[in-house]
């Protein structure tokens, strides 16, 4: 009972919150608006890429709609369908759009949300518990309604409600078979049985319902015109009204056709009309006393029968849910739209009301209707075929209460029981009076020649002109222009008595003018104008020139592909570009302005020959391949300004995996490392639900000023931004060359690692490292190169002594080498001598020269001193070689004097004898002292001592000789 009371309290608060809302809905219904035909536009499997069968729709706060489908919930944005099936494999039997982050739906034995996550992707959640699933065997939920605080789910057999935290079941003692919103209440059937009315925390019966709804289901509850009335409607037992207090039939007709088509669904619209939606017949519309409007099936422009749901969306318009694809009903205010995919009475070439009957003018012949079917339910089956009159027929011409048919085969003339007089055998193109020099003269344009009507009424040719004539028009000169089917125009001027054309000028025609190829006429301000190759052109009189209307192309710049000017009022036209309308205010002179009428659309139109034929003072009828638009122009609404288009998503991304999905509102400005400097927008925009042609241009800021423009495109990559601030802008446009409001998307590409604050810091300090590391290489070097260039210096001196100290050297071993000689020669001389006087005295003895013989001895002995000559030797030896002494007594301590003298004399290289000489000994005894200093030196007997003692460098190892 508590959750019962607390259903009751959501229901009751949601009541008395909608109350104003619908108390004012219920006052504006009885003001009746004129319920215009729809256009219908069929979507097939093969284009959303879904199952046939689809249950529901129902549309968000952006203009996306959602579609139940048999194969999972179908999401259509304004650009494309994409599906989302249910992990379980479940169809969608109801959808609820909370918003567009959040969707609601509900199926077979299960129900839950759609999230749509940061990459615009929805993602599904069951709501069911394993413990509740068990309960709901072979159950469907056919019904969502949000309620305050959270969201009801209804299925056969249960209600559960989700307060958007936890889901809780609803106990109720009714097997219901739809939960149904009627007015400010809910009302509920029992299966195939009565309704009952949720109030006072239960569900009660209404009484007057006792079994007046046994064997049916109760499927739609409508409010009318009366506040707290409401129109049921049942599957098998028709439409019933209730008051309040009792229940009655209503409107017998439309119910026993919805008995016959067995209904199923419907809404009221907001343009105050019935639409109900029925298994076996289509849509029904109808006013709000029950008057059908129209029947929309397959017998004309329905793909199937089996209407499932049916919702109003934003827009006015109505999504139909089929049994086979889905339906788009598209209304225009001021736009009646009469198509049908199976048109068969050939394409409309022009239209007129004439006896109070719709004439066509198509190329299978001539088909009429009462105008009054074309305000309810008809079918192609209603138009009448006018017998006699097969073939092309081009246009109508009334005059003066007369109707006449410019056909292939002639001009007929219509009696008014619908039999034909055929006024003349030549082919035409159309019919028309002008007033020329003050009189009405009637004009049949046709095939060869112009031909004018004659008093008797029979139409004789004018001489003068041999061409084909399509249009004809007379301007205030009196001149009468002729518009040929192909090329050009023809200025005419007529004899007074106007039986022949007797002045002739072509206008174009590659006639070598400069004017296009084609002209078509058109007159404003009781001025003939003209219009070809999207430019407009008017008549010179002064010159007798054809010129630019510089008023109107200034104000037409926009207008493209220009195929037909229409007048509609005074100073205003109706223009067909391409597969647009404008509306034209122009009075002829000074002033032009054209304005996009909005819900008109010239496709299928007859290719080169567009036709727009007025109905009335109000009315006009665009001919077309497929059918025709009855419009009127005063309640047609002027094409405002597009709506701005949404972004869906934004992904940046860069090499390898590196991808992130970013906001897409961006509004904060979105910082995107460089590493993912590559984004791709995803844009769309929600409006009506047929993909009819979306039209998007876009530009990136800080890459490029100039916009881009893309026709049913909703995405773009820019690929290796640069690092910087950007702004992409995309906006919506239409037909018209109107934009809406731009939607911006700032964002900045940081710079790559290596350009950041950090590193510009660590290359800061790398600099001054590298700039300290080069200055201490670079003083090192210099310093390096400083001390080398001491080095050198010192070494060109020290060579420089050297070489002045090896010259001195050599110099002084010279010396010595010459004063040994010269001791040694002379010694040697005086020995020499003395041995010569001895062995003279020995053979050749006297007592005189015994005296002699002593006296040279003596001489000898007193002149010749070896030890001072020795001593000499061993000072300028010493002189010569420094420190040598020295390196031979610390080498080889065991040295004696003569030892050192030994060395001397053999270092200078003398000969023993030599030796002997200087030394003042003998031979021998150098011999002997040889060898003892072998044995001091510790000398090997393979080794020469000379050699040794030349060897050993009086410098080597001076520092560890004691010198004095």
Known sequence: MKKIYYFYMIVKS?????????????????????????????????????ANKNWCIDEDDQGTYYVGNDQGLLEFDGLSWKLHPISTGSYVRSVEAYSHEVVFTGGFEDFGRWDRDISGELVYTSLISSKDRSKLSDNDFWRIYQVPGGVLFQSFSSLYFYDFHRTRQIDSNLTILFLIKVGDEFWAQEMSGDLYRFENNAFHRIEQSRGLFNHTTV???????????????????????YDGHTFSPWKESLSRRMIDKELNCGILTSRNTYVFGTILGGIYETDLEGNILRVISTRN?????????????????VCVALDQGLAYLSYSDGVDFHHSFKWDIGSVYDACVWNGRLFLATNQGVFHIACSKLEGDYTLRDFDFLNGLKGQTWSFGKIRDRLYICHNSGLYEVNRDMSLRQVTNMGGYHLKEVRLKDRSLIFYASYYRLRKQTPEGTFAELDGFNQGVYGVESDYM????????????YRCRLDAANDRIVDTRLFGGNDGDGLPYRLQIFKVGGRVAFYGGDRFYRYNEFTDRIEPDSVLNSAGRDVKDLKLIFPVAENEYGVICGNIVWKLFYDGVHSAEFVPCGGVDS???????EHVARLDSSRFLLCRDD????????EIRLQERPRPPRIVSCKSYGPGENLRWLSPRGSEGEEIPFGRNSLQFRFTIGDAMPLDGRVFRYRLLGVEDEWTEVRNEGSHVFERLARGSYVFEVEAGNDFGRWSEPVRY????????????????????????????????????????YLRGLRLKEIVRLRTSNRKLAEEIQARNAELLSQGSTLVGRNEMILHLREMVNDFQRKYGSSTSALLCNKVNTYVATKMDSENDLTLFLIKFEQTHANYFHVLKHRFPDLTTNDLRLCACLKMNLCTKEIAALMGLSVRAIENNRYRLRKKVGLSPDRNLNEFLLDIVPDDDREDIPVE
């Not at 499927?219 to 009204?241: F, Q």
């Not at 496709?603 to 020959?609: A, E, I, T, W």
């Open 14 to 50: 949601d009541i008395m919150k909608n109350r104003l809302f619908l108390g004012l809905c219920l006052l504006l219904l009885p003001v009746q608006i004129y319920a215009w035909n729809p256009r219908v536009f069929n979507v097939v499997p093969k284009d959303y890429r879904g």
């Open 219 to 241: 499927r739609v509850a409508l409010p009318t015109e009366k506040e707290g009335e409401c129109i049921i409607g049942t599957g098998t037992k028709g439409l019933w009204k």
């Open 301 to 317: 422009k329905l793909h199937n029968n089996s209407v499932l749901a049916l919702y109003e969306d934003s827009f006015d318009n």
């Open 478 to 489: 009196n001149n009468l222009w002729l518009e040929h089917p192909l090329k050009g125009v």
């Open 603 to 609: 496709r299928n139109m007859l290719l080169g020959y």
């Open 627 to 634: 059918g025709f638009d009855i419009i009127r122009p005063d």
């Open 746 to 785: 700032p964002f900045t590409i940081l710079p790559p690692w290596y350009l950041t604050a950090w590193a510009y810091l660590g290359y800061v300090l790398s600099s001054v490292l590298v700039f300290a590391l080069v200055w201490l290489l670079v003083m090192r070097f210099y310093r390096r190169r």
